[in-house]
């Protein structure tokens, strides 16, 4: 599946989704009996860890399809990095969507200027994304999109990858697309 296609078969699902509210992602005995045998995901989704974000619901995947890589904020360092790598060059995915998503608790703090622990490890990162951005849909999307150069500066040489964005409405179930960074050699 190419990269156009991989992100044509997300559109569609996340519309579905939209307009339904049920998954209807294949979860069968028999995909599992499949998919023990390997795994071959059509596209990787980098996204937060909220509970109420759920990227095979949303897209309308069952199992197998994503390769689903969650952390706080969607933000992107070394162990997010090193998975989309695995993803790209070893099970061969062309898709990568940098998934934000409305309401995020991970957004809000860095906004708030909270710093303690280690969730200030997050928190930071997203500030030096957002700026001074008070708004949160938007400070959320500035960090999609932060996300997304870091993927595509760590991606170089040979086969191509595409790297997009998209931000989910927790209270619609609508993922709005951003602007695509385009392909990407890896």
């Not at 509210?21 to 995901?41: I, K, L, T």
């Not at 280690?118 to 001074?132: K, P, Y």
């Amino acid at each position: 599946m190419t990269a156009e296609e991989s992100l044509a078969k997300l559109k569609t699902g996340a519309a579905a989704y939209a307009a339904s509210g049920a998954f209807s992602g294949d979860v069968s005995e028999a995909m599992r009996q499949q998919a023990a045998e390997g795994q071959h995901p059509f596209a990787a989704i980098v996204t937060c860890s909220d509970s109420r974000v759920i990227p095979e619901a949303i897209f309308s995947c069952g199992i197998g399809e994503l390769f689903v890589i969650r952390t706080a904020g969607s933000v992107v360092g070394a162990h997010e990095l090193a998975s989309i790598e695995y993803a790209a060059h070893h099970l061969h995915v062309p898709l990568t969507v940098v998934l934000g998503h409305t309401h995020c608790g991970a957004v809000a703090a860095a906004i708030a200027g909270e710093t303690e622990g280690n969730v200030g490890v997050i928190t930071q990162a997203i500030r030096m994304a957002i700026g001074d951005e008070k708004d949160p849909t938007k400070a959320a999307c500035q960090n999609v999109r932060s996300s997304m150069r870091c993927i595509c500066e760590d991606l170089a040489g040979g086969e191509s990858h595409r790297v997009c964005g998209a931000l989910y409405d927790i209270a619609s179930g609508q993922v709005r697309w951003l602007e695509e960074t385009g392909s990407h050699e890896i």
